[in-house]
Nanobody, 128 residues
Framework: QVQLVESGGGLVQSGGSLTLSCAAS????????MGWFRQPHGKEREFVAA????????YYADSVKGRFTISRDNSKNTMYLQMSSLKPEDTAVYYC?????????????????????WGQGTQVTVSS
């Protein structure tokens, strides 16, 4: 079974930077599109970013464009989320996810239902 483990969360000042990591145990990691989601306390889970299996294409939610960068190192079975210019609104539990469903015409998906495997989440808190 695929296992995903996030790490790197913590407390950071507004305007600061933080990098999250997602370690995948599945052998099919390099063939899978991946994504980051986040869930602020008391709110619904929302899409953050997606990356194609090869890393050649990325897609971001409007709220994080220009501030966050998604990347992956398939040789290490690891995905990353570099976050800069952090805002209090970025405070949330961040989840790593591996896609399992076909997308149709687009390579990416912001729909959590297209992701069959999830990590346990890591807390990111941005102080104002």
């Amino acid at each position: 079974q695929v296992q995903l483990v996030e790490s790197g969360g913590g407390l950071v000042q507004s305007g600061g930077s933080l990098t999250l990591s997602c370690a995948a145990s599945g052998r099919a990691f390099s063939y899978a599109n991946m994504g980051w989601f986040r869930q602020p306390h008391g709110k619904e889970r929302e899409f953050v970013a997606a990356i194609r299996s090869s890393g050649s294409n990325t897609y971001y939610a409007d709220s994080v464009k220009g501030r966050f960068t998604i990347s992956r190192d398939n040789s290490k079975n690891t995905m990353y989320l570099q976050m800069s210019s952090l805002k209090p609104e970025d405070t949330a539990v961040y989840y790593c996810a591996q896609a399992t469903s076909p997308y149709g015409s687009r390579w990416y998906s912001s729909d959590p239902n297209d992701y069959g495997y999830w990590g346990q989440g890591t807390q990111v808190t941005v102080s104002s």
